[in-house]
């Protein structure tokens, strides 16, 4: 556990997005209690979540791609520190990119806000039938519930994106979705 808290300071230190405790809680006890155990994630940043997810069980398999060199690096370093080395499989590249193969339970996407309808449409034919996506960080920090609030333009375009995005996950019948307003808000939707 002493790894789990290096890497949670160095988030706070470096200004590295990870996710909420909040919501990291309720997709670890999803997983668990969906017996997920092949897992694709988009966006790996420092590995803390897919590290997080695989310390669950030793069947749990994790496929992370991660773009930015410095995260990746962090990331690989972390996970020669952590216990399940031989659970994640770790790629450096860009998801949009990225050629990725075999069938999985969950889809985890927590990268590029703007990219998210991209990056779903990109692997759902990745995800079994019946398997899930999560999306995190559909509030973004209470912006796209209070459009009201002072901001940029480009935060403007960004929230636009994400508001966009939750509007594109109803429109999608072979899904259901639902929203938790856990952490930086999440969206759990099945593939029928």
């Not at 659970?87 to 985890?108: K, M, S, W």
């Not at 808000?185 to 593939?191: F, L, P, Y």
């Amino acid at each position: 556990m002493m790894l789990i808290q290096e890497m949670e300071q160095y988030a706070k230190e470096y200004k590295v997005p990870i996710m909420q405790e909040e919501g990291l809680s309720f997709m670890l006890d999803f997983i668990k209690e969906h017996n997920i155990k092949r897992i694709l994630e988009i966006g790996s940043a420092i590995g803390y979540s897919a590290i997080r997810m695989a310390m669950l069980d030793d069947d749990i398999h994790v496929t992370t791609i991660e773009r930015d060199d410095e995260r990746y690096q962090k990331a690989c370093e972390n996970l020669a520190k952590s216990s399940c080395q031989k659970q994640i499989q770790i790629y450096h590249a860009d998801a949009l990119e990225a050629v990725i193969d075999g069938e999985y339970d969950l889809l985890f996407i927590d990268a590029a806000k703007a990219q998210y309808q991209r990056f779903f449409e990109r692997y759902e034919s990745n995800l079994k039938q019946g398997g899930y996506i999560i999306s995190d960080n559909l509030s973004f920090h209470g912006y796209v519930e209070h459009p009201e609030r002072e901001m940029s333009r480009s935060l403007r375009q960004l929230v636009r994106k994400i508001k966009n995005f939750r509007l594109y996950l109803e429109s999608r019948d072979d899904y259901e979705t639902k929203y938790y307003e856990l952490g930086d808000g999440i969206a759990v939707s099945r593939k029928k």
